[in-house]
């Protein structure tokens, strides 16, 4: 019975000292540098969307790995579409930044863009697009 419990003691040593390497050896590196700025950037941005009430509305709920064509829209605080003067896609993977990607969309008519856009592998995606107009500008999620 002391065998069992030392090996299974041993086995469970060393699947913690696996899970740690496998850990180590897959960080990118730190999340990010400055956790209090970044916080009180998005707590910013909140608030600006707030009071701007501007929207963001992607039309597709499924994309899949390959090339893909998005659409959104963008409405202003009274749902009427939103004249941008300047709009930025970023993709990104939550667990690495090795596929980041910035992408500019193609404005079809005002406050609407379509984009041609490339999911390298199957997963989660963080999809934030930058929009400006004027002085104000808004980070959408």
Do not use: C, H
Request: charged share 25%.
């Amino acid at each position: 019975m002391k065998t069992i419990i030392i090996i299974s003691g041993i086995l469970a040593m060393l699947a913690v000292a696996g899970a740690v390497f496998v850990g180590i050896e897959n960080f990118d590196g730190t999340v990010t540098g400055s956790p209090y700025e970044e916080g009180l950037r998005w707590d910013e941005a909140r608030k600006m969307k707030s009071e701007l009430g501007w929207g963001f509305d992607m039309n597709e709920e499924r994309l899949a790995a390959g090339e893909n064509s998005i659409s959104f829209i963008l409405t202003d605080k009274d749902g009427s579409p939103l004249d941008a003067s300047s709009v930025s896609v970023m993709l990104s993977r939550p667990s690495t930044s090795s596929y980041d990607r910035r992408y500019e969309p193609v404005k079809v008519k005002e406050g609407t863009f379509r984009l041609d856009i490339e999911f390298p592998l199957y997963g989660y995606w963080d999809i934030k697009a930058d929009v400006i107009k004027g002085p104000d500008k808004v980070l959408f999620q």
